[in-house]
T-cell receptor
């Protein structure tokens, strides 16, 4: 299928290393932030989320950090695997509930090399 | 449990034609949102439906319209297609209350020639 991120910035890492993907968001009123993973030919897949009253949240091999002072979000992936290769998008939304829309960032391509 | 399903997966249309894309939300979800994703870019919000009404709309012209049915499934209609409408169209479903995680379908790749 066609590539999702032909012109996106690329982060290249070695298998087993830790990856850090960064994102700057635009709306200081955003209440809820999400990281999505998108593989070629597929729709975005939810990875992890965080609310604005938190600064860190951990999942399985992933950690999201939120710095509201500088409107910065990061996704840390531990022990990166070839299956992590994809395009990663951060998204923000004003409300943690319904009647919201997701505002996506530009995306970063993660390339994992053996 | 089926996730979000979209049809068709690929579609080729001619400029000026009209197209209808379809989406079935994840079981138990009542809210459907549509996004347009141009090649190499993040998805852009088109609109959102809940209780068969359009609740929010992004910056898209009136050529883009939608509908939600009583069973929560949804359609996206685009009239007078332009070359620039070529994109991946994504449907996402969620619950209006409670958990706000949105689940995406695999998308419909629309090519306008």
């Amino acid at each position: 299928g066609e590539s999702v991120g032909l012109h996106l910035p690329t982060l290249s890492v070695q298998e087993g290393d830790n990856s850090i993907i960064n994102c700057a968001y635009s709306n200081s009123a955003s209440d809820y932030f999400i990281w999505y993973k998108q593989e070629s030919g597929k729709g975005p897949q939810f990875i992890i989320d965080i609310r604005s009253n938190m600064d860190k949240r951990q999942g399985q091999r992933v950690t999201v950090l939120l710095n509201k002072t500088v409107k910065h979000l990061s996704l840390q992936i531990a022990a990166t695997q070839p299956g992590d290769s994809a395009v990663y998008f951060c998204a923000e939304t004003p409300f943690s509930g319904g009647y919201n829309k997701l505002i996506f960032g530009a995306g970063t391509r993660l390339a994992v090399h053996p | 449990d089926a996730g979000v399903t979209q049809s068709p997966t690929h579609l080729i249309k001619t400029r000026g034609q009209q197209v209808t894309l379809r989406c079935s939300p994840k079981s138990g979800h009542d809210t459907v949102s549509w996004y347009q994703q141009a090649l190499g870019q993040g998805p852009q919000f088109i609109f959102q439906y809940y209780e068969e009404e359009e609740r929010q709309r992004g910056n898209f012209p009136d050529r883009f319209s939608g509908h939600q049915f009583p069973n929560y499934s949804s359609e996206l209609n685009v009239n007078a297609l332009l070359l620039g409408d070529s994109a991946l169209y994504l449907c996402a479903s969620s619950l209006v209350v409670g958990a706000s995680e949105a689940f995406f379908g695999q998308g419909t790749r629309l090519t306008v020639v």
